[in-house]
């Protein structure tokens, strides 16, 4: 049987930066990676467009598809992220980042918000 070591790795920075800060949102994100694969989450960007407002911090713990369209800035931090995603994130002025950067940049995770 293969591992996902991608996988693996995420579940451990995000382990790591919960022991630091005890904010629960990591705690969230660690669950919801530890989950069976058929459970996680696929967002379209059209979902993004209807529940975030201009410069918010997500997270999407599984991957982010293209349909729809995106008027506003975004910071993105995906699993997976589709090529036409992220086109129309970074065609609205966003960022896409990755998780070390994300815990590093919020490692209380004040601001931060999961997306699913």
């Known amino acids: 049987?293969?591992?996902?070591?991608?996988?693996?790795?995420?579940i451990w920075t995000v382990r790591r930066a919960f022991?630091?800060?005890?904010?629960p949102i990591w705690r969230s994100l660690e669950d919801e990676l530890l989950a069976?694969?058929?459970n996680r989450r696929e967002v379209n960007?059209?979902?993004l467009e209807?529940?975030?407002?201009?410069?918010?911090?997500?997270i999407v713990p599984g991957k982010l598809l293209g349909a729809g369209a995106i008027g506003h800035r975004l910071t993105?931090?995906?699993?997976?992220?589709?090529e036409v995603a992220t086109k129309k994130i970074m065609g609205?002025?966003?960022?896409?980042?990755?998780?070390?950067?994300?815990?590093?940049s919020h490692p209380d995770g004040k601001g931060v918000h999961i997306i699913g």
């Open 92 to 104: 609205s002025g966003g960022r896409i980042i990755t998780l070390d950067d994300l815990i590093e």
């Open 76 to 82: 993105v931090c995906a699993f997976s992220i589709s």
């Open 50 to 58: 209807n529940v975030t407002k201009n410069d918010e911090v997500i």
């Open 45 to 47: 960007v059209s979902k």
């Open 1 to 10: 049987m293969f591992t996902n070591v991608l996988l693996d790795n995420a």
């Open 19 to 23: 022991k630091r800060s005890k904010a």
């Open 36 to 38: 069976p694969r058929s």
